[in-house]
């Protein structure tokens, strides 16, 4: 059976699509096969960089196409994961998700539009506008916390939004906001109407926000398997809601099994995580990169998903080394 420490030497086709040095509107595109070595995210970027000639950037928006699946991870069995040191706290249900300070996180990650954010929605905006359809669709966010973005991202396609999380603070949160939501979202929705079907999108998204928008307290780990929805996305919830990997794992199995076959979603991961403050309380992560995340999803029978690491711009906090964009099509 592998363990974690040999995770990180498979090799990667990594596709630079974008290089902030090159100056506004020019985007550069490069392919080069690099063997990652450990820590294999932004030093992986750097190499490829490298490799090719380019000014190494750990900003670089980077595209990365899994290799085939010689032999599937065993993604629900504990030795594939780095062993944690106090497993009984470092569970999910162990932390204090009623404490959690939605308008302390909110400023802090939300109240102006970062450059990191930005180029997630233009992405997650460009995918979900290849995916409109004439029938009306029923969309989750999952571990919505205090970020509308995934929910503005979804709005043209879904006649009906369900936004969920665990912690009341943040479902009273959300039943605020979404009657009137903050100028501070406006930007946000900006970066989606250069698309299709935000562009022309024949509401004022504020009041189709409200119109359309339940929250839902619940558990990612707890839903009703009888009830599905046809669209979904999760940003940093995942990788964000405990320290073990099992249950970072099962936090995506269980969100793709909310969602019916077919059905397009968007993900979005903190890569190499060491956990987050929120008003002085901690809060706990699972150090991933895009290999964990190309993985689980596969095991979960996503078979080609789009993956994009996302390298920092603006430095939100100390302790992690960028994002993971992730998008795809449930099984079936
Ligand atoms: C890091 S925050 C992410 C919030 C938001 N999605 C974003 O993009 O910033 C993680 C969120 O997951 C929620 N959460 C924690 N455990 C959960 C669970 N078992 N089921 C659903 N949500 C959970 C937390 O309350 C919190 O809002």
Redesign the pocket.
Known sequence: MRRFVELHSCPYKLVLTSSAPSGPGRSVERECAINTSPGCGNLAVDEAAAASGARSDRRTVTRIELPPTEKPEEWLDAATWPPVADPEHSV?AAFP?NK?DPLSYQRH?YEHLVEDDRRILDLAGQFLATRTREEPRRGID????S?LY?ALAMLPLCEELTL????TP?ADWLRTEIKDYAPSWDPFWEVLAQHEPYRTFPEDPRHALRDRTRVRQ????QTDPGEQWDIGTM???AE??SMVGVEFAKAVGAFLGCLRPGSPFVTAFMAGSQGYEVAGRRFPAVPIDEHHVGGVLRHYGVEDPSLYRIGIHEQLRPGYDGMILAMGQVSG
Do not use: E, K, Q, R
């Open positions: 999910n998700w959690f990650h999952m571990g919505a916390g970020n995934p969920m999380d665990l912690s943040n619940g558990d990612i780990f940003f940093f919830v964000s809601i």
